[in-house]
């Protein structure tokens, strides 16, 4: 796998033939955040609002997202999830008024390809959904880094992200 | 605008009531990146793949995705987008080993709200795509920190993003 | 409108021309319900589910299908929603064992054709989101009967259903 | 399963995981309703209009809501359905001016999971439909009461509804 | 208009800005035909088949493909359709065994880009649930060709299609 | 299988029931042509434009447009896809000024059903892509004809369409 496997012989973009691949138990996790403010943040976590929270949305819509993933990303292969999860947590440190929500999703199924792409897609559009819900409040929120946290199943077999400095910055999972 | 306007007086999300909300041309950017390895780097900017590049998948994806956006991010209204461009740029610290492929989004329409969501979920496809198609190389991309840059049009007016620290890095656009 | 406007001069459906109805504000109000156990009432009103309850996932459900109603509806426009809302509330009588669950759904727009088909598919999808969610404690729930409550707007005018016995059934709103 | 399955133990909605369950032979079947007034009815039976009748587009309306269901049902897994089909009768008792469409919708898939979900939406959205092409004539229609009849394959085993009184009203099949 | 318009200035595909333009009526016909052989000919005009016929559902999949144009074709602008008309015929020649079912969809809009994508788009659609339907009788079938008949509306005009050999053929209409 | 098999006893389409027929790799291969004029296609062969070229961009909308296949085809079975694949070739006789972009699409998969329609399907959404992206230079274009080359798998077994005539023209492939 060292080379480009999404061209074919012309030099253009193809679905890569997935014929011959088993179908086994695939998992994969990834995640995200969403930085926001201190009156966004305090605004979601306090008890007045208890049934419609923005994260019952946001969440709601990561798990539809994730079903779209094939119809979103050209070279992805169709897939029949077999289940899907979204977690959330805080991550709050007062004294740099870092107020930074973590978005954790888990997607599984058994199949020929793996489900790297559903996992990353459903992060991103639950966090684009919590943008969306909270930006009268303020446009500076800030989305990400997104990136797999663990994979497991198939022929490349586990892949376990290790904690590191990407880019600049450092994620604090 | 200081309180969440996505709720209704049952405490339960709704598409905020925009019939009064006039037609104005309203442009929104939006900014993301994929931080990738030098591997990756390499065989995407080389000469020897001329016709079907990554970025050119990536940004058919990108502009389709943001066409999509009221069908993935649930209390968004439906809106005729008159114009989506996308642009690639590289930044590139050898001696850091950073290498990020910059994706610039600007989305133009017409109509009663903005676009911030759709330049948004352009740009997080874009980037979403690019991973896809470069995942069998590596595994460890991470895609973002995605934000708006900028917004003009509507009441709420112009928006000009402050370059800033946000959540512990620092944006170097 | 005292015959079929859906079909052309073959005798086959087509989607009716309207180029020359004006843009204004158009509202409709449709309703539905789904009458369930007791067992399921009382899990959906208890107060041990606090976040994420069934009801927040079927009202995403509902407003994301009404912007959807011109991609399921084979002749209907595609229209741009200005908003939805979506209301629950509960009609019980203990004494007939009775628990039903009634949903309402407005929706507005500001264009050439009304909005009636839109505001009875989110109130059916809201309907069958909520079926979904119970049906592993009873499939014998029911949904509806779906009908419209009032629109406003358009050359039809008002229309306002009065209430009355239909099919054999008395609604009870 | 005498508790909701769709919630994590954060207390939010998933799509449950079903990737221990076995792949068999599952069909669903359910029925809905439409109340029409006199004029409706005969226009729709009467034999002026041989090729593009309603039934005709409602039909397949239906058939294609069917494979539309995971996208408009939140928790709902993607299924490969191997069958649909959709059958009219007409209820009518002249006596009590009852002009009653039933529709009857039998989905059948190999998979883990059942196909009520897929049934109840096909039959749905043909009701719908027929509610669509109509609605220049009388805006005062009623849809369903929308039920599953039966179902059977999978670990629940046979579902087979029972003639009953719900909700204050007695379905006259 | 002597370049391409869909580039931007790094070459790459862009959605092209049509802010400026007025919202016009605008209309645009396309054509397509399928060719069979005699038994599928006799079978889909034999009187036997009344209600079900093929070319009922191959016309409601293009008035619904009509409306996904901007869904399928990357650089369309999304538009709201105001009329779509579908018409067949068919041009019979016995002694050239040449049964070709002729498909002819006209679109309509007030909008600010042209419809010429949703006439083809809707014309193909329909051709090849023609094709769906009959397959099972002969492989052989021939769609198209497919070609815009007429333009009416916006900056560039009127477009009237001259009968011409295009290709090696004569289109006889 | 001479008989129509998408209709049911009441003489209206279903979606046929293929619980029962086997898993085996499918392969369908289809092709059609865009025919241009001498302007286009030399801006479209022309080494100015290197990277987002039309033929990138209408090679990602085929591929997206085969997963979409039984969302616009109505009778057709949800498949899920192993590899889509392709190819361009420029077919040209100056003599006759004639300019012919052939386009040649393989589908595979491995289900209970046959990817004619897939192939077809993205082959055609293909050409509309080229149509679109050089409307602007000529609206004459003429896409087709549109035709399955060959089928492998099934019950059915293996299709090779003959070179022959069809419909008073000579497929030149």
Known sequence: MSS????????????VDITDKEDTVRIA?????VTVNKEIYE?????AIEK????????VAGIMAAKKTADLIPMCHPLMLKGVDIQFAWHV????ALYQ????VTVKTKGSTG?????????????????DMCKALDKGMVIGPTY??????????????????????????
């Open 4 to 15: 480009f496997t999404h061209f074919n012989e012309q030099g253009r973009a193809k679905m």
């Open 29 to 33: 996790v990834a995640q995200t955040s």
């Open 43 to 47: 605004k979601m976590t306090n008890h």
């Open 52 to 59: 419609g929270d923005v994260l019952a949305v946001a969440q």
């Open 93 to 96: 440190e007062e004294e740099k």
């Open 101 to 104: 929500l973590l978005i954790t």
């Open 115 to 131: 489900v790297e792409m559903e996992a990353l897609t459903a992060a991103s559009v639950c966090a684009l959904t919590v943008y």
């Open 148 to 173: 797999l946290v663990e994979k497991t199943g198939g022929k490349s077999g586990h892949y376990q992200r290790e904690k590191r400095s990407a880019g600049g910055f450092i994620n604090e999972q």
